[in-house]
C-alpha cells in the first residue's frame, strides 16, 4: 500500500462505507498547515499568514476558501465513524465574519489563561 499514489485509495468521495476518506481535490495538507498544537494567538497569526494558509493574501480570501473549498467543507461530512466539529458550518462561516468585521484580531499570548498559550 505505501508503494500506492495516494489517488488509488482516495477518490473525489469518501468510500462507500467511509473507511477512505475522499474529496475532490483530495490531498494531504502541507505541513505548513499543521495547527493542531498551536495555542489560540499562535493559530490566530497562522491563519492570517499567506506563507501558512494557502497563499491567501486577505482575511476574505481565508474566509472564502472556508466557506467552498471541498477540503474544508468535507469535515462536516467526514463519513463512517468520524466525529464532526462542535459547530454547523454556517455557525463557523459567521464566526469568522463576525472576527473579520471587528478587524480579525489576535489575541495577544501574554493575557490568555494558561491552557490558550
Known amino acids: 500500500m505505501a508503494a500506492m499514489p495516494c489517488r488509488a485509495c482516495h477518490r473525489d468521495r469518501n468510500s462507500a462505507a467511509g473507511a477512505v476518506p475522499g ?3 483530495w490531498r494531504l495538507a502541507p505541513p505548513s498547515t499543521n495547527w493542531r498544537h498551536l495555542g489560540a494567538a499562535e493559530l490566530c497569526a497562522a ?4 506563507a501558512r494558509n494557502g497563499k491567501r493574501f486577505t482575511v476574505a480570501a481565508v ?3 472556508m ?3 471541498p ?6 461530512t467526514p463519513g463512517g465513524e468520524r466525529a464532526t466539529p ?3 458550518h ?5 464566526a469568522l465574519e463576525r472576527w473579520a468585521a471587528a478587524g480579525a484580531p ?12
Open 86 to 88: 462542535e459547530l454547523s
Open 106 to 117: 489576535c489575541p495577544r499570548r501574554d493575557v490568555l489563561p494558561a491552557p490558550w498559550r
Open 23 to 25: 474529496a475532490a481535490g
Open 90 to 94: 454556517d455557525e463557523f462561516v459567521r
Open 71 to 76: 477540503l474544508v467543507l468535507w469535515a462536516w
Open 63 to 65: 474566509i472564502e476558501h
Open 47 to 50: 491563519i492570517k499568514d499567506p
Open 67 to 69: 466557506k467552498t473549498a
